[in-house]
């Protein structure tokens, strides 16, 4: 009789093996695979390794969030190296925003964030942002991509939008990527932080869109 290790089931029993092995969803968040990456609903923690993700100066260009948003150094060091997997649930998600985290399980690291959200006009959209070291690396179209499996096969949704600042070339050639094509749409865009910008729209639509178990956005307008 051979002596097999316990170690990947004394893995699963944890809590953080369980969120690091969910594949499906529930009632408590989302959670599928992508490429190298698993999008989840994330912990608190998890929460705030993305939020600080998208808070340097580069991103902050074209996120323009407010300012108690942005999490400086050297706060932001610290989330950044969250352990995916680890923290309290997150309690207090955004009442108008589904969000998935995206954790490279290859470095075991919190890459960034997408979501599926209420636009301006109250219909729905897509829009993420990827962690200072994950970008120029392709990863933007694995990004958007996740951001269209949330909207179409998770939320039922047969339409989503998403709009990037004129001029941010990286964002529209990664939304191209993911499957989305330019449309028309409002010529400005205004960002949280109050500041409007030119704006260039996208679109995707899916003829036969599902949903599954996890929260849904009844808040927003049907599509």
Known sequence: MAFVSTAP??????????????????????????????????????YAAAVAGGSDAAAQRWLGWL??????EPMRGEALRVIPGTGPDWTTPDPHSVDVVAIDLVAGRCAGLVSVHAGEDGGPETGGYLAPE????????????????????????SRVRAGAEVG??????????????????????????GRGCEAWWYQHDAAWPRKCAGPQAQWLVPS
């Open 9 to 46: 089931l004394v893995s699963r029993l944890t809590r953080r093996g369980r969120l690091m092995a969910k594949r499906t969803c529930d009632r408590r968040g989302h959670a599928f695979a992508f490429g190298r990456f698993l999008f989840r609903t994330p912990t608190a923690w998890e």
């Open 67 to 72: 300012p108690e948003s942005v999490v400086a």
């Open 134 to 157: 994950y970008r120029g690396h392709g990863f933007g179209r694995d990004l958007f991509a996740a951001g269209l499996v949330l909207a179409h096969e998770h939320l039922g949704l």
């Open 168 to 193: 941010n070339v990286a964002s529209g050639r990664s939304l191209e990527a993911a499957g989305l094509r330019r449309v028309p749409g409002p010529p400005r865009y205004t960002l949280p932080d």
